[in-house]
């Protein structure tokens, strides 16, 4: 754990009274140069005060308290640490120790940066010539069709609106991870849904020659919630 974790170990007034190497490492810092310092001495000046506070109204209840902490090293660089701070109490009292173990997830970070960057890119890039098909194709479906044409026209307006949906799916998905996720019950019919999917599939299997049939299981409601 020594040679893995960063560790750190404080005091009743959390002074540092011990770290490992691998703090010195992150922290720029020699061993003699943190004891005796304040345990936030690590955390970045933009690091939101009231997580820190929240962190220590915790700790001080002698509950284990476990985030992600945004540091600075020696020369100003920031870096994200996860970190599980164990407080040490005795008889119910005010915690007499603290115990730090924590580890570098800065790349990890980033790579979250990188794909949340990635996916709204994506979905504007996409959104935006999905909506001009989807507009285009309802204009040109309320012009003189055939039979044929109509059928194709609303294949399209399908395969788009499914298209479309399954870029707002990636973008929840973010938002699911990040606990921002909002659930709404609504009433939906299976069949239509079912029968849109179908439509699209049903071209690519009479391309390759396959019969493509749809058949529901009577137990299938019409509606569900």
Same mark, same amino acid.
């Given at each position: 754990?020594?040679?893995t974790?960063?560790?750190?170990?404080?005091?009743?007034?959390? +002074?540092? $009274? =011990?770290?490992? #190497?691998?703090?010195?490492?992150?922290?720029?810092?020699?061993?003699?140069?943190?004891?005796?310092?304040?345990?936030?001495? +690590?955390?970045?000046?933009? !690091?939101e005060?009231?997580? %820190?506070?929240?962190?220590?109204?915790?700790?001080?209840?002698?509950?284990?308290?476990?985030?992600?902490?945004?540091?600075?090293h020696?020369?100003?660089?920031?870096?994200?640490?996860?970190?599980?701070?164990y407080?040490?109490?005795?008889?119910?009292?005010?915690? =007499? #120790?603290?115990?730090?173990?924590?580890?570098?997830?800065?790349?990890?970070?980033?790579?979250? #940066? !990188?794909?949340?960057?990635? %996916?709204?890119?994506?979905?504007?890039? +996409?959104? $935006?010539?999905?909506?001009?098909?989807?507009?285009?194709?309802?204009? @040109?479906?309320?012009?003189?069709?055939?039979?044929? #044409?109509?059928? =194709?026209?609303?294949?399209? %307006?399908?395969? $788009?609106?499914?298209?479309?949906?399954?870029?707002?799916?990636?973008?929840? @998905?973010?938002?699911?991870?990040?606990?921002?996720?909002?659930f709404?019950?609504k009433i939906?019919?299976?069949?239509?849904?079912?029968?849109?999917?179908?439509?699209?599939?049903?071209?690519?299997?009479?391309?390759?020659?396959?019969?493509? $049939?749809?058949? =529901?299981?009577?137990s299938?409601?019409?509606?569900?919630?």
């Amino acid at each position: 754990l020594d040679n893995t974790a960063i560790l750190v170990l404080a005091d009743e007034d959390r +002074l540092i $009274t =011990y770290v490992n #190497q691998k703090f010195c490492e992150k922290s720029g810092m020699k061993r003699d140069e943190a004891l005796g310092k304040h345990m936030d001495i +690590l955390r970045a000046v933009d !690091i939101e005060e009231d997580k %820190l506070q929240n962190m220590w109204a915790t700790l001080e209840q002698g509950i284990v308290w476990q985030g992600e902490l945004l540091n600075a090293h020696k020369a100003n660089q920031a870096w994200w640490e996860e970190a599980v701070i164990y407080p040490f109490c005795s008889n119910g009292s005010k915690p =007499y #120790q603290y115990l730090s173990i924590g580890s570098d997830v800065t790349q990890f970070k980033n790579a979250v #940066q !990188i794909k949340d960057q990635f %996916l709204a890119n994506m979905s504007h890039e +996409l959104r $935006t010539p999905l909506h001009s098909i989807y507009s285009l194709s309802n204009l @040109l479906d309320e012009t003189s069709l055939s039979d044929e #044409q109509s059928n =194709y026209v609303e294949n399209i %307006l399908n395969a $788009t609106s499914i298209l479309m949906r399954m870029v707002e799916d990636m973008l929840d @998905l973010n938002k699911i991870e990040k606990g921002q996720i909002r659930f709404q019950r609504k009433i939906f019919n299976p069949r239509i849904i079912v029968n849109s999917l179908a439509k699209m599939f049903r071209e690519k299997a009479k391309e390759k020659k396959l019969n493509f $049939t749809l058949q =529901y299981d009577p137990s299938v409601p019409e509606f569900v919630l």
